[in-house]
């Protein structure tokens, strides 16, 4: 019997444990369930680097950093501002929404990691390098012109090639030192990538990834078929030269754009990612097995929900999103890396340090519209389902201005503080109509003010509903919800929260947040409202 008591307390603590910090069970699709777009990977030792697509955010290109493929954080970034241009400034009128920079590339080569990437935005292309990928620092090459979706690659003949395109895929050699285009070396590469999808394409093979495996190379590309999904197409050749034979490789759930990546132990998966709506482009893994020199990706052609083989996600709290409960301590970074200013800040706007344990963000313009606001600090929103809170004091908001919590795209929602002929009112904007509407506004008698948003993604419902508290307990409904969207025209990413404060009328004041709390779940007791 009391073996029995002693076997039933270890097991009993064994499924708490698992329970509680969730690493029972095998590794589950989609590996984040955030927005991670256009994913490129390498490995070097037993550690995976990762970089993805944040456009008009800064700082840009995340690169991120696991030791098992499924659980990752986020590391560094490769450039703090992209330019010092009026787009990306949000100054003048102008800005870089859905644009900035787009799909990256990460290679390693002689002990470097490099970085390539390109701007519509500016018309260059860029290529990053450092010796230690996790502190910097990073050197800058830039050239003319903007080669689209363009992929580094270093051949082990010693030459080493760009190749871009959107269909009609071209390559490059490149200088030695990476400066630019080896003059003469241009040339077509694969004149109709699409061409194993079919003749009827909505979306040329674009994407490129190159691959060298066993001495054979092998070229990934997303495409899509009209009335179809996306997919992955891979040419394969024995010379870069060509020629290239391509099959379609991947034509499920709409997951496709990425590349190979093996373990240590020898087993490959290729990661890819998939649009899920309002959350934005969440990356997966998907199995891959070699025949007849060819890889095969799936499991009988399918994408797997269950990932055998693979430790399960410990949630993406704190190291994709975390909450900040801005205290500094010395040496601790100014903003944890989880954080990104929409466009380019104003660095004499915004501080940690001004009033000790609060984020100040002031005003220094006027500004008509919030999208056109600068200075808007964000982070992504992730599913299933999350919400994101925070505490303001509003004290010293002028007439006319407005700071709050939003959820940031296109179609964004708003719950904030205004001030309006000297009084104080809680309200909440909704964008969905491309048209900013307050639905609700209630007076507010004190400084301090509690919000929240919440965001359910689950089966693709994207409905974020907004809330206000005047002690942090009693949690009261504003507005309406919000039917969130995944816009492609200007922002093309998912949404995210964003504390914000901009002014209409009076530049000079300043919103104090206290802190900024994210969960995994959304467990809001809606009360009938206060009388305030």
Same mark, same amino acid.
């Given at each position: 019997?009391?073996?029995?008591?002693? #076997?039933?307390?270890?097991?009993?603590?064994?499924?708490?444990?698992?329970?509680?910090?969730?690493?029972?069970?095998?590794?589950?699709?989609?590996?984040i369930h955030a927005d991670v777009p256009d994913l490129s990977m390498i490995r070097v030792g037993d550690n995976y680097y990762m970089s993805s697509t944040t456009m008009h955010m800064a700082p840009g290109v995340p690169i991120m950093k696991s030791n098992d493929l499924v659980n990752w954080k986020i590391i560094?970034?490769?450039?703090?501002?992209?330019?010092?241009?009026?787009?990306?400034?949000?100054?003048?009128?102008?800005?870089?929404?859905?644009?900035?920079?787009?799909?990256?590339?990460?290679?390693?080569?002689?002990?470097?990691?490099?970085?390539?990437?390109?701007?519509?935005?500016?018309?260059?292309?860029?290529? #990053?390098?450092?010796?230690?990928?996790?502190?910097?620092?990073?050197?800058?090459?830039?050239?003319?012109?903007?080669?689209?979706?363009?992929?580094?690659?270093?051949?082990?003949?010693?030459?080493?090639?760009?190749?871009?395109?959107?269909?009609?895929?071209?390559?490059?050699?490149?200088?030695e030192d990476l400066s630019g285009l080896q003059e003469g070396t241009e040339r077509v590469l694969i004149e109709n990538a699409s061409a194993p999808a079919g003749n009827r394409i909505m979306l040329s093979a674009e994407g490129s990834q190159l691959f060298k495996v066993n001495g054979k190379y092998y070229l990934?590309?997303?495409?899509?078929?009209?009335?179809?999904?996306?997919?992955?197409?891979?040419?394969?050749?024995?010379?870069? $030269?060509?020629?290239?034979?391509?099959?379609?490789?991947?034509?499920?759930?709409?997951?496709?754009?990425?590349?190979?990546?093996?373990?240590?132990?020898?087993?490959?998966?290729?990661?890819?990612?998939?649009?899920?709506?309002?959350?934005?482009?969440?990356?997966?893994?998907?199995?891959?097995?070699?025949?007849?020199?060819?890889?095969?990706?799936?499991?009988?052609?399918?994408?797997?929900?269950?990932?055998?083989?693979?430790?399960?996600?410990?949630?993406?709290?704190?190291?994709?999103?975390?909450?900040?409960? #801005?205290?500094?301590?010395?040496?601790?970074?100014?903003?944890?890396?989880?954080?990104?200013?929409?466009?380019?800040?104003?660095? $004499?706007?915004?501080?940690?340090s001004e009033r000790k344990g609060f984020l100040r963000l002031k005003t220094g313009r006027i500004d008509s519209l919030f999208a056109k606001s600068r200075n808007t600090l964000t982070q992504r929103t992730f599913g299933p389902e999350c919400s994101g809170s925070t505490l303001i004091d509003v004290s010293n908001?002028?007439?006319?201005?407005?700071?709050?919590?939003?959820?940031?795209?296109?179609?964004?929602?708003?719950?904030?503080?205004?001030?309006?002929?000297?009084?104080?009112?809680?309200?909440?904007?909704?964008?969905?109509?491309?048209?900013?509407?307050?639905?609700?506004?209630?007076?507010?008698?004190?400084?301090?003010?509690?919000?929240?948003?919440?965001?359910?993604?689950?089966?693709?419902?994207?409905?974020?509903?907004?809330?206000?508290?005047?002690?942090?307990?009693?949690?009261?409904?504003?507005?309406?919800?919000?039917?969130?969207?995944?816009?492609?025209?200007?922002?093309?990413?998912?949404?995210?929260?964003?504390?914000?404060?901009?002014?209409?009328?009076?530049?000079?004041?300043?919103?104090?947040?206290?802190? #900024?709390?994210?969960?995994?779940?959304?467990?809001?007791?809606?009360?009938?409202?206060?009388?305030?």
């Open positions: 019997m009391k073996y029995k008591i002693i #076997f039933l307390a270890i097991l009993g603590f064994i499924v708490l444990f698992s329970c509680t910090n969730k690493i029972s069970g095998p590794a589950q699709n989609p590996i560094n970034y490769a450039y703090d501002t992209l330019a010092n241009i009026d787009a990306l400034n949000l100054i003048n009128g102008k800005t870089s929404y859905g644009r900035g920079s787009w799909a990256s590339c990460i290679r390693y080569h002689n002990s470097k990691y490099y970085v390539s990437t390109f701007s519509s935005t500016t018309g260059k292309t860029y290529i #990053f390098s450092t010796e230690d990928i996790e502190k910097g620092p990073w050197e800058r090459i830039t050239f003319r012109p903007s080669l689209h979706d363009n992929n580094l690659f270093f051949d082990d003949n010693g030459k080493i090639y760009m190749i871009w395109g959107n269909g009609r895929l071209m390559i490059t050699e490149l200088k990934f590309d997303i495409t899509w078929p009209r009335g179809g999904m996306r997919t992955v197409i891979i040419h394969r050749a024995d010379n870069i $030269n060509g020629p290239w034979e391509g099959r379609v490789a991947l034509q499920d759930k709409g997951v496709a754009q990425g590349g190979l990546i093996d373990t240590p132990e020898g087993n490959w998966f290729a990661y890819l990612f998939r649009d899920y709506g309002s959350v934005g482009r969440i990356p997966y893994l998907v199995p891959v097995k070699w025949e007849d020199d060819w890889p095969v990706l799936g499991i009988a052609g399918k994408v797997p929900d269950i990932l055998e083989g693979l430790p399960a996600s410990k949630g993406l709290i704190p190291d994709i999103v975390a909450s900040d409960e #801005f205290d500094r301590k010395k040496g601790d970074p100014v903003l944890p890396l989880v954080w990104q200013w929409n466009h380019n800040p104003d660095n $004499n706007l915004w501080s940690v908001l002028e007439d006319d201005d407005f700071a709050g919590l939003c959820v940031l795209q296109r179609k964004f929602g708003q719950v904030g503080v205004k001030i309006q002929d000297g009084e104080k009112y809680i309200f909440m904007v909704s964008n969905k109509t491309d048209t900013p509407t307050e639905l609700e506004s209630v007076l507010l008698s004190q400084n301090n003010i509690y919000l929240k948003i919440e965001c359910d993604f689950r089966d693709r419902v994207d409905v974020a509903n907004f809330f206000y508290s005047l002690d942090g307990k009693t949690w009261n409904a504003l507005g309406g919800p919000l039917e969130m969207e995944y816009t492609l025209m200007e922002h093309f990413m998912g949404y995210r929260f964003g504390l914000f404060n901009y002014a209409t009328k009076n530049p000079g004041g300043f919103a104090d947040f206290d802190w #900024f709390r994210i969960t995994d779940s959304i467990s809001v007791e809606i009360t009938g409202k206060l009388d305030i």
